[in-house]
């Protein structure tokens, strides 16, 4: 794109505008059903998501969030770099991108991707876990999501 859009792709934007509302509600919904289901998972140290009334500022997002949490979670996992990798190499549904906000489900691990560039020190100065794992959650069937992320936690 640029700094200006085209025509088609005012367009585009117009006619989703409609069911952004929709959209948003999906993503929310099934966020937090993931963000709860990795919190009671045994692979998974600490999950981060303001939807959670464990997040630190879950009282805040609940005053500014009106309408959910969005459809971000960042989860920790025990086994660290080897968990992480093991873990993306194993999801099916999900893209590994460094992406967001998309109607399919997204996840990304800053250790071996993103930030593979980086040492232990330099990751840990970012504040980046080696199990550090970011989700954008999709519209996909919330059960879909989670058999998903079941067998890719279940591979580790």
Same mark, same amino acid.
């Given at each position: 794109l640029g700094g200006c859009m085209s025509p088609f792709e005012a367009y585009l934007l117009w006619m989703g505008m409609g069911t !952004?509302?929709?959209r948003m509600k999906r993503h929310s919904e099934n966020a937090l059903a993931v963000a709860? #289901?990795?919190?009671?998972?045994?692979?998974?140290?600490?999950?981060?998501? /303001?939807?959670?009334?464990?997040? /630190?500022?879950h009282e805040r997002a609940k005053k500014?969030?009106?309408?959910?949490?969005?459809g971000m979670v960042a989860f920790c996992l025990k086994g660290g770099?080897?968990?992480?990798?093991? #873990? !993306?190499?194993?999801l099916?549904? #999900?893209?590994?991108?460094?992406? !967001?906000?998309?109607?399919?489900?997204?996840a990304i691990h800053p250790a071996s991707t993103t930030h593979s560039q980086l040492t232990k020190e330099e990751l840990r100065e970012a504040g980046i876990e080696e199990g550090l794992?970011?989700?954008?959650?999709?519209?996909e069937d919330i059960e879909d999501i989670i058999e998903d992320l079941t067998h890719a936690l279940n591979s580790i």
């Open positions: !952004l509302s929709l709860q #289901f990795l919190e009671e998972h045994r692979e998974v140290a600490w999950v981060s998501y /303001p939807g959670l009334k464990s997040h /630190p500022h500014y969030f009106q309408g959910g949490f969005g770099l080897e968990a992480g990798k093991k #873990f !993306l190499n194993n099916d549904l #999900f893209s590994i991108v460094a992406n !967001l906000g998309d109607a399919r489900s997204m794992v970011r989700l954008s959650i999709g519209l």
